[in-house]
């Protein structure tokens, strides 16, 4: 099945961040995301110098083993020459920013192109993020190349943020112009959710929702789970 058509599948969908389970037990961790039905594992690739922060490259997206789908977030300078060594790491999304250089359509593009390291008929998905900062208007001529549009509702790279909430004016926006393309694109919203707003973000009918604290806080993974869940499809909590 191609990747597209997984995701449409399963939408409202939860991409966990990898990078907020404890690593010194990650198997342990992603085992169990993997039996509570989870099925994106999200990595955000950060340089250092696009944002502040410095994480992972792609031998730790290879060497992460999972049956989930591997989100792979590029919060990094210049991403077209990385972008083929994520799709050899198994990369099953590849998001790349609009503010992240001049090549960003080509880099869409590029995305499109390769093949898939985990099973070639799947293929990868293209995804623009946009952070809080920057005009809509930056994303508008790339959504012909895009299939995941990501609204960072935090300035990423900034630990301890609270969720920015003219996202949802930004969302109903972007989906405006996703209805011009004519084209089925799934709207992403990444950062700052927690168990306290994923009810009021679920409102905003994402397709796929990022979080990581959220998910792993006080070691109530299949709790939170649940409870996010239920908040995202706009279920009354019991």
Known sequence: MHILDLL???R?????????????S??????????????LLHFDVM?????????????FVKGVTT??????????????????????AGADIITVHVESGIHVRSSLQRIGKLKNANAEERGIARGIAINPST???AIEPLLEETDIATLVAINPGFPGQTFYWDTVVRAEKVRGMIAQT?????LCIDGGVTLENCGEIGSMKPDIVVSG???FENNAVVKNLDMMRRSLRGEQQS
Not at 26 to 39: F, K, S, Y
Request: charged share 15%.
């Open 8 to 10: 449409w599948n399963v």
């Open 12 to 24: 409202p969908a939860l991409s966990v961040s990898v990078m907020s389970a404890n690593l010194m």
């Open 26 to 39: 990650l198997g342990a961790d992603i085992l169990q995301l993997e039996n509570n039905d989870v099925r």
């Open 47 to 59: 340089d250092g110098h696009f944002v502040p922060l410095l994480t992972a490259g792609p031998l």
């Open 67 to 88: 049956t989930m789908l591997k989100d792979v977030h590029l919060m990094i300078d210049n991403p077209f020459e990385a972008i083929p060594l994520y799709a050899a």
């Open 135 to 137: 005009p809509l208007q």
């Open 182 to 186: 004519g084209k089925n694109i799934l």
């Open 213 to 215: 604290s959220a998910v």
